[in-house]
Each structure stands twice: as C-alpha cells, then as structure tokens.
C-alpha cells in the first residue's frame, strides 16, 4: 500500500487531497504512518519502525494498523483505491 503520489501531509498531520479537495487532521503517531507510507515503506516496513518508536504490543499494533490502513483505502488516499 502507497499513499496516491498527489496527497500533501504536513509534519503536524495534515492531509490535503487535490483530486477532491478534502483535508484531513491526524495525531502525531498517524502523522508517523503517513509519512513512511509516502516514502515507501511497505507494511511490515511501517510496522517495524512504529515498534521501535512506540513502546507497543505488536499485535495491538497490527490491528491498529490494519484498520487505519482500512481508513485510508475508504477515504480514496491510497493507490489501492477504496475498501
């Protein structure tokens, strides 16, 4: 999963999508997500450097992750299209 090429995160967790005009805000943690997603990193890449950043359990992470990534498919801001 990749964010579209076209979506602006800002260091403070704001999403901006052109194609629609929509603007999202997101904590510091997603923010984190988004941005390895937009270099990209692939999940289990993400997943690892979430782990050495937050003091987490890896499957609670997983699950968060899976359903924030389930988020960015509705809202259209991946190359995956929507759920």
Not at 29 to 50: F, P
Not at 61 to 72: A, I, Q, V
Request: hydrophobic fraction near 40%; aromatic fraction near 10%.
């Amino acid at each position: 999963m990749a964010l579209k090429k076209s979506i602006a995160v800002s260091e403070s967790g704001f999403i901006f999508n052109p194609a629609t005009g929509d603007s999202y805000t997101v904590n510091q943690v997603a923010a984190h997500i988004l941005e390895y997603l937009k270099e990209g990193l692939s999940m289990e890449e993400v997943k690892q450097k979430m782990l050495s950043l937050y003091k987490v359990d890896a499957a609670d992470l997983e699950k968060d992750l899976s359903d924030f990534y389930t988020y960015l498919q509705q809202l259209d801001l991946t190359t995956n299209g929507k759920a």
